[in-house]
């Protein structure tokens, strides 16, 4: 080993790792805040606006077969205005975070911040046009809420946090099953993973409950919580630059 090797400084780790490493790091807890929030917006949109997600596709493209089928009375338009509308959102939140990459704080604050004013915006129209499944109304409100969810996960899937999607926990679970000690796996990462199933069962659970007042109030929690977070995250940034 040359001196130079022996001197030398280990480069960091990337964040997401850090942030996987610790479950009470500032971006760990960001992300399960997000995940709590997933529970919420696809209560609203699965029980309020006719069987559809906007944060879960894979279920949307499910739903959208059965639809197709005309099996369950199941909607065929809703499910395209959400894929659509996410996959707009994904764009967004894919050209932001390249502009963005050099800049993690600003790219976190930009992405919550579009996705405040979007569900801010679904809340609105939610309180002022009471929307209903398969009307126009309807399907805005949707679009709104799966454009907020698809620049999230663009920005989520940018930040790479193992396990931490905040919207799909499918090889969440997997990784748990699969690494538990009882399948002889090492365990390690078994709270972070639980604790993204159970904050998104707990969201689900608080948006079923909000929704038997109407769509407005778990819309405006959802932003809320997307503003929240936000703020509380930047906050911890500059503490720690500090």
């Given at each position: 080993?040359?001196?130079?090797?022996?001197?030398?400084?280990?480069?960091?780790?990337?964040?997401?790792?850090?942030?996987?490493?610790?479950?009470?790091?500032?971006?760990?807890?960001?992300?399960?805040?997000?995940?709590?929030s997933t529970g919420i917006v696809d209560a609203v949109s699965y029980l309020g606006l006719g069987h559809v997600f906007t944060a879960n596709m894979t279920g949307n493209v499910v739903l959208l077969g059965f639809g197709i089928a005309g099996a369950g009375g199941l909607q065929i338009v809703a499910p395209i205005v959400s894929m659509a509308a996410f996959a707009v959102g994904s764009g967004v939140g894919g050209a932001m975070a390249r502009r963005l990459a050099d800049r993690h704080p600003t790219h976190v604050a930009y992405a919550l911040?579009?996705?405040?004013?979007?569900?801010?915006?679904?809340?609105?129209?939610?309180?002022?046009?009471?929307?209903?499944?398969?009307?126009?109304?309807?399907?805005?409100?949707?679009?709104?809420?799966?454009?907020?969810?698809?620049?999230?996960?663009?920005?989520?899937?940018?930040?790479a946090v193992p396990d931490l999607t905040t919207t799909v926990l499918t090889m969440t679970l997997?990784?748990?099953?699969?690494?538990?000690?009882?399948?002889?796996?090492?365990?390690?990462?078994?709270?972070?993973?639980?604790?993204?199933?159970?904050?998104?069962?707990?969201?689900?659970?608080?948006?079923?409950?909000?929704?038997?007042?109407?769509?407005?109030?778990?819309?405006?929690?959802?932003?809320?919580?997307?503003?929240?977070?936000c703020v509380a995250y930047l906050s911890a940034e500059r503490r720690a630059s500090a």
């Open positions: 080993m040359s001196s130079a090797d022996y001197f030398s400084v280990p480069a960091p780790r990337p964040l997401g790792e850090q942030a996987a490493a610790h479950l009470l790091h500032p971006l760990t807890l960001t992300l399960l805040a997000l995940t709590f911040g579009l996705e405040t004013a979007l569900l801010g915006c679904a809340a609105v129209l939610a309180a002022a046009a009471h929307p209903h499944p398969a009307t126009f109304t309807g399907d805005a409100t949707i679009a709104l809420m799966a454009a907020a969810m698809g620049i999230r996960n663009a920005t989520v899937r940018r930040l997997t990784a748990l099953a699969a690494e538990s000690t009882i399948a002889g796996g090492s365990g390690k990462g078994t709270l972070r993973r639980t604790s993204a199933i159970v904050a998104m069962l707990a969201g689900a659970v608080a948006g079923a409950l909000m929704l038997r007042t109407g769509l407005t109030l778990p819309l405006a929690c959802a932003a809320a919580l997307a503003l929240a977070t």
